[in-house]
């Protein structure tokens, strides 16, 4: 089941082109996050979202951008895209108190710099 | 120092064997605790969460010690199934900060 998609699964662009990447959840769920997963790093918060029109940096926001108008989508935008971004981006999301703060994660989208 | 940090193994233990994996953490005000699983090339997915008087989940037990600020994940008669990497995850408060440790490679061996 497939209640947080994103989309691209995998895409390769260029140093210096912006890219945005897209997640979607259908449970309507308060927070959304975007991780990072690299090598050495394990995964680390990029930028996370409370309720729509409500966004915060996390551990690792520089050269990203994110916007959050409605509930259900939190993309993801680098901006002019570097070769340190190259990683595995992670969305997730999560209901709020009431879960227990259990987090739901997407498939991840595979994301290369050249 | 890493909010999370964990053994990362690889471990390699063969069927029916019993394997446990530790991770410490270093902000006291740490509130709440979980084990996920994350399989080659996936997305993390919960395991179980850890509560204060340590829980059972069939052959998953995790434990958590708050004096010395570590849990721990107890995996009893393991399965070929069980290979994967698990990955300590910790909350720093009821909000958003959420610090996953690097995770510790397990593979099960017939």
């Known amino acids: 089941d497939a209640g947080i998609t994103q989309s691209p699964r995998y895409k390769i662009t260029e140093t210096g082109r912006q890219v945005t990447l897209m997640c979607h959840q259908i449970?309507?769920?308060?927070?959304m996050f975007w991780y990072r997963q690299d090598l050495g790093h394990g995964l680390r918060l990029i930028y996370y979202?409370?309720?729509?029109?409500?966004?915060d940096k996390g551990e690792v926001p520089d050269g990203y951008v994110v916007s959050r108008s409605k509930t259900e989508n939190f993309p993801l935008t680098l901006e002019s895209a570097t070769r340190s971004q190259t990683s595995v981006y992670f969305c997730?999301?999560?209901?709020?108190?009431?879960?227990?703060?259990?987090?739901?994660f997407g498939a991840g989208t595979r994301l290369s710099v050249l | 120092r890493k909010e999370v940090e964990q053994d990362p193994g690889p471990f390699n233990v063969p069927e029916g064997a019993t394997v446990a994996f530790n991770c410490t953490y270093s902000?006291?005000?740490?509130?709440?605790f979980f084990w996920y699983r994350q399989d080659c090339r996936k997305e993390p997915k919960l395991l179980m969460s850890?509560?204060?008087s340590g829980n059972e989940d069939g052959r998953f037990t995790a434990q958590l010690n708050r004096a010395s600020q570590y849990i721990s994940l107890l995996i009893r008669d393991s399965k070929l199934s069980d290979s994967a990497t698990y990955l300590c995850?910790?909350?720093?408060?009821?909000?958003?900060?959420?610090?996953f440790g690097t995770g510790t490679s397990l593979t099960v061996i017939p």
């Open positions: 979202s409370a309720a729509a029109d409500i966004t």
């Open positions: 850890v509560y204060s």
């Open positions: 449970w309507s769920h308060s927070y």
């Open positions: 997730a999301s999560r209901q709020g108190a009431q879960d227990k703060n259990i987090q739901y």
């Open positions: 995850v910790v909350n720093i408060n009821t909000g958003n900060q959420f610090y």
């Open positions: 902000n006291s005000a740490s509130q709440s």
